[in-house]
């Protein structure tokens, strides 16, 4: 299957995640980044 511009995470901290969860809120995570070989 091709994915397209897919990268690998260099960095997870998920703690904010939980933060939000245990609040009764829901999160919303947009995976937006560029990383060091980002196109224009």
């Not at 994915?3 to 997870?12: D, K």
Request: no cysteine; charged share 20%; hydrophobic share 50%.
């Amino acid at each position: 299957m091709d994915l397209g511009f897919v990268g690998e995470p260099a960095l997870v901290e998920p703690h904010i995640v939980d933060v939000i969860i245990h609040s009764d809120l829901i999160p919303v995570v947009a995976p937006i980044a560029s990383g060091q070989r980002a196109r224009r």
